[in-house]
């Protein structure tokens, strides 16, 4: 390839000075275009297709994290509220069950020293009539020889003795009573 | 020794030109003349690409260290910033060829203001006009793709809403818009951009040199120093001019893409 003497007398420095000026700027642009298209845009492009998926699978984690970490305190709240109304439920049977207690303990130390109460009385009416029939008797007999022994006869005729005894214990009693 | 208004012109000085961008062979006899620092400096560029960018997407993490750090700067500057931004959602398929666009454009742009190379191989116009064809035959083979034969070149062509009988003005400047000045003036652009940045940056260097190395005229020297000092702070801007029209020609290209895949104009 000769310098192209024609073309630089009319263009001046505007025509190449060689051919192969132009054909080396295409054929070097050509291999750098290839080696751009084949093996430098797809390395960059995948890196930043990558990061992007990190970035984004990143946030998809924070979010799902965040979610978890919600639904777990929702959750101990839940708990929480439960456990509250449990423990004043709680409460509110045992100061139901005390007073129940309360109620029936009262009820049966009353019953029992109703009881008690009876069973004294009885005790102490079934002595007393004891006594009284006993006092009756004696009485009777000490009266009965008393009275032999200032009337200075046996009253042997017992029937008359007694309707006597007897007479004489009901005008007692009705005086202790009038008194 | 006369004080001339113009030093410059009298004795053996030969201002830098057009002529300083025609090389010829690295081993004269050997290898033909289109072997030249040029080429070789496009194919060391577009080595260099290759390798860093492998390099850089070898082992790419989730968590990125310091140098994928970078690459990834690097990375998203032309796929979310240019790719992106321009062509919404079918950027995924042009992006292989803006990011080898942008950075095979940069590295040989910069190229002009390193040490070893001092020039930048896009001042050569022909390896502009490479480029140019190509993103040329990116979009209107994107059209073509999209819309068919027919319906690309109507919608290329024929503006809505424009009435019939100004029909055969707006056809021919579409078409000339659209297919020949777009490829044109991206491949002149770039071209004229690094030629001139790359001819300023000679002229102060290489004259500054010279007003430096005359002797007797102090005059001459501290003004050669001061041009020679100037240089440098242009190298400085045309290090931001080369990244600049790296992203401009990548830009363009997205948006004469974007436009040949629009819906609706």
Avoid: C
């Avoid at chain 1, 509250?84 to 069950?97: G, S």
């Avoid at chain 1, 009262?106 to 005790?123: H, T, V, Y």
């Avoid at chain 2, 793709?145 to 009435?163: C, H, S, T, Y």
């Amino acid at each position: 390839m000769v310098p192209l003497e024609g073309a630089q007398d009319l263009l001046g420095p505007l025509a190449p000075h060689y051919w192969s000026e132009v054909i080396a700027g295409i054929i070097l642009m050509l291999v750098i275009f290839l080696i751009m298209w084949k093996v430098v845009v797809p390395a960059f492009e995948k890196m930043y297709e990558e990061r992007s998926n990190r970035i984004e699978g990143g946030m998809q984690r924070a979010a799902a994290a965040e979610a978890k970490a919600e639904a777990a305190l929702a959750e101990y709240n839940d708990q929480l509220n439960a456990a509250r109304e449990e423990a004043a439920r709680i409460r509110e049977d045992a100061k139901n069950q005390s007073a129940t207690i309360l109620a029936e303990a009262r009820d049966k130390a009353s019953k029992e020293s109703q009881r008690i109460l009876e069973s004294g009385r009885a005790q102490l009416e079934a002595e007393r009539s004891q006594l009284v029939q006993d006092l009756r008797g004696e009485v009777g007999g000490m009266a009965t020889t008393l009275a032999g022994k200032i009337v200075g006869e046996s009253l042997s005729d017992d029937e008359r003795a007694m309707r006597t005894i007897d007479r004489f214990l009901a005008e007692l009693e009705t005086a202790g009573s009038q008194r | 020794m006369t004080l001339g208004l113009l030093p410059l012109e009298t004795g053996d000085y030969t201002p830098p030109g057009t002529k300083d961008f025609l090389w010829y062979s690295l081993m004269p006899g050997d290898l033909p003349d289109w072997v030249n620092k040029p080429l070789v400096q496009a194919i060391i560029g577009a080595l260099l690409v290759i390798i860093l960018w492998v390099i850089a997407s070898r082992k790419l993490k989730v968590q990125p260290s310091k140098g994928q750090f970078f690459a990834e700067y690097m990375y998203e500057f032309v796929r979310n910033g240019i790719a992106r931004d321009i062509l919404h959602a079918d950027f995924r398929k042009y992006l292989p060829y803006l990011l080898g666009l942008f950075s095979f454009l940069l590295v040989n742009n910069w190229f002009g203001q390193f040490f070893l190379f001092m020039y930048p191989a896009f001042s050569n116009v022909g390896f502009a006009y490479g480029l140019a064809i190509l993103s040329w035959l990116v979009y209107v083979g994107a059209g073509f793709a999209k819309w068919g034969f027919g319906g690309f070149l109507k919608k290329a062509l024929i503006p809505d809403g424009v009435p019939a009988y100004l029909l055969p003005l707006v056809i021919p400047l579409e078409f000339l818009a659209t297919f020949i000045t777009r490829p044109i003036t991206l491949a002149l652009r770039l071209f004229a951009n690094l030629f001139a940045g790359h001819l300023v940056v000679m002229v102060f260097a290489i004259g500054g040199g010279w007003l430096l190395s005359q002797q007797d005229n102090l005059f001459y020297n501290i003004s050669g120093g001061v041009s020679i000092l100037f240089s440098i702070i242009i190298m400085l801007l045309e290090l931001f001019i080369g990244a600049l029209q790296a992203y401009i020609f990548t830009v363009l290209t997205a948006q004469y893409v974007s436009t040949s895949i629009a819906e609706a104009h």
